[in-house]
């Protein structure tokens, strides 16, 4: 009886550290995604801003309209 809750045990021990490793392996497998998708978004963002092209420089307020008569 000793023998069987023994093996009992080990076998508790062991499923709870398979467990664990999953978790810990299921963890890291979302950090790496979101480090991915991070760096993603990062590149999508950079080739958008070098399709725009530099802003402009301040200018003259180009709300502002001038009439002329004619």
Known sequence: QRREEEERLAREAAEAERKLKEEEEARERAAQEAAEKQAALAKLR????QSLGEEPEKGPNVTQVKYIKI
Do not use: F, I, Q, Y
């Not at 950079?46 to 801003?49: M, R």
């Open 46 to 49: 950079e080739e958008k801003a």
